[in-house]
T-cell receptor, first 115, second 116 residues
Framework: EAGVAQSPRYKIIEKRQSVAFWCNPI?????LYWYQQILGQGPKLLIQ????????DSQLPKDRFSAERLKGVDSTLKIQPAKLEDSAVYLC?????????????FGPGTRLTVL | AQSVAQPEDQVNVAEGNPLTVKCTYS??????LFWYVQYPNRGLQFLLK??????LVKGSYGFEAEFNKSQTSFHLKKPSALVSDSALYFC??????????????FGTGTKLQVIP
């Protein structure tokens, strides 16, 4: 079974520029998550999709961050404009629907450096 | 609101010795608890989970975790540490958000260093 794919793996931009990340979840996984992991901290949930609908975006800085999951498969996360404090690893994860305590499967992440 | 605490930023242990990585949790209702491991430049990998039943949960790579309800703890353990176990370990707790969907909260992580 193929894992969660993310691209690019690394990205360096200057502040005020825009950037987009892409995620392809495991086939059949209806739930998709984007996390932000700042160096030395645990992952923080930015947004959660169930199929192509948003079910939790309470911690997404909506003035600069946006995400979409068209057709309920791939997802993109965009930052516009980027700030220095956005430097982090952005992790995508997916999960099968239903059940109790189902496991999240993580992609390798995209390391963003904002200069 | 749910939370987990990992009181140690780093744990050092000699190869071959037993290891423990500590985690305490706070959640309303029944806890669903997880341990994940993160190797350098890699995403998080699932190790084990507790949902219900036996308090001792066995997981990948010889790791196990002990659920203790009275102490609200879920410590990760391994009888004999390997150098290859050196990584960042995250404890996590699952709850549901206001819409009834699963939400997982991660701890700040503990760096495990196994010394040859």
């Amino acid at each position: 079974e193929a894992g969660v794919a993310q691209s690019p793996r690394y990205k360096i931009i200057e502040k005020r520029q825009s950037v987009a990340f892409w995620c392809n979840p495991i086939s059949g996984h209806a739930t998709l998550y984007w996390y932000q992991q700042i160096l030395g901290q645990g992952p923080k949930l930015l947004i959660q999709f169930q199929n192509n609908g948003v079910v939790d975006d309470s911690q997404l800085p909506k003035d600069r961050f946006s995400a979409e999951r068209l057709k309920g498969v791939d997802s993109t996360l965009k930052i516009q404009p980027a700030k220095l404090e956005d430097s982090a690893v952005y992790l995508c994860a997916s999960r099968t629907p239903g059940g109790r305590g189902d496991t999240q499967y993580f992609g390798p992440g995209t390391r963003l450096t904002v200069l | 609101a749910q939370s987990v605490a990992q009181p140690e930023d780093q744990v050092n242990v000699a190869e071959g010795n037993p290891l423990t990585v500590k985690c305490t949790y706070s959640v309303s209702g029944n806890p669903y608890l997880f341990w994940y491991v993160q190797y350098p430049n890699r995403g998080l990998q699932f190790l084990l989970k507790y949902i219900t039943g036996d308090n001792l949960v066995k997981g990948s790579y010889g790791f196990e975790a002990e659920f203790n309800k009275s102490q609200t703890s879920f410590h990760l353990k391994k009888p004999s540490a390997l150098v290859s176990d050196s990584a960042l370990y995250f404890c996590a707790v699952r709850d549901r958000n206001s819409g009834g969907y699963q939400k997982v909260t991660f701890g700040t992580g503990t760096k495990l260093q196994v010394i040859p």
